[in-house]
């Protein structure tokens, strides 16, 4: 297969691009820049010079594919949610348009909505993504959705994981929100790849997918991990005072966002096996950016 991939080189998506290279698809990468661009050249696949908002770019990557997957999004934290989500909605239905009547796949990245693959998602900004994509099932596009957890985790992580470490590293202290006992569901990077792929190789039309490894980790096991590698007391934080001290991701922090992903195991045959995530905080690569400062 030819497969357009947005956000070819973040996190997840680079991750995405090496797994459909070593199963021997073909990859065309979408790049913001001029110097993304001879990255994307340099690791071996095709670019294209846009972003997601040259929906114009969005329409050619996708309609010259044989499928897209759709891990692009505005994750800075300074813009608006809902405008995030607005400029995300506009992206699909311009890349869904493109493959409408083709029966080619277009798998786009949501969050995990509920326990299980079967909830819908609440009706807000956050999932309209995921209903303008699926809306395009019954227009002849195999669309699909990919979940993922609080945490995906692995070398090169710039999400809540790093986040949390910073936190405790100008607080002093290595926090947790009540009890500590409350969970959150997580996944490697490298088996959240390979989860893409399977969804663009066979996942059904209308299908929601969740990429969850881990189906709950206690958040007081985190805390205490990174309290060893920090060389910090490990406290607890009154969850009442959570924001205070987390800012943004305290009442995030003191959710149990618990999630299954036994279906989608059923459906594709996903199975896990990278490191899981207080195993991968042990391998200490979350820390070596402070050991160097």
């Not at 680079?14 to 990468?29: D, F, I, K, M, N």
């Not at 994307?40 to 309609?63: M, T, V």
């Not at 499928?67 to 505005?74: E, K, L, R």
């Not at 929100?177 to 209308?206: I, K």
Request: aromatic content about 6%; hydrophobic content about 45%.
């Amino acid at each position: 297969m030819k497969v357009f991939v947005t956000g070819s080189t973040g996190f997840i998506g680079s991750a995405v691009v090496h797994e459909l290279l070593e199963a021997g698809h073909e990859v065309v990468g979408l790049a913001r820049s001029i110097q993304s661009v001879e990255a994307l050249k340099a690791i071996g696949f095709q670019p294209l010079l846009g972003n997601l908002e040259d929906l114009d770019s969005l329409r050619r990557g996708a309609a010259d594919s044989d499928g897209v997957i759709h891990t692009a999004y505005n994750h800075d934290f300074t813009v608006p949610r809902e405008v995030a989500a607005a400029a995300d909605v506009r992206a699909i239905e311009a890349m869904g348009e493109a493959l409408v009547g083709s029966d080619r796949p277009l798998i786009i990245t949501s969050g995990t909505g509920g326990p299980t693959e079967d909830d819908p998602g609440a009706a807000s900004p956050r999932y309209a993504p995921e209903q303008m994509a699926l809306s395009f099932a019954e227009r002849g596009v195999r669309a699909a959705v990919v979940r993922f957890p609080p945490t995906v985790h692995g070398r090169g992580d710039h999400g809540f994981i790093p986040i949390l470490i910073d936190i405790a590293r100008h607080k002093g202290v290595s926090a947790y929100p009540g009890d500590g006992s409350n969970r959150w569901a997580a996944v490697h990077r490298l088996d959240a790849a390979h989860l893409f792929r399977l969804a663009v190789e066979s996942a059904a039309a209308g299908a929601r997918l969740h990429g969850v490894a881990e189906e709950g980790i206690p958040v007081r096991e985190i805390a205490e991990v990174m309290g060893r590698h920090l060389d910090l007391p490990v406290v607890s934080i009154p969850r009442e005072e959570a924001t205070a001290h987390f800012g943004f991701l305290g009442a995030f922090f003191a959710l149990d966002v618990t999630r299954s992903s036994a279906k989608t195991r059923a459906r594709l045959g996903w199975e896990p096996v990278q490191p899981g995530l207080i195993t991968d905080l042990e391998e200490g690569h979350y820390f070596e950016r402070l050991r160097a400062a």
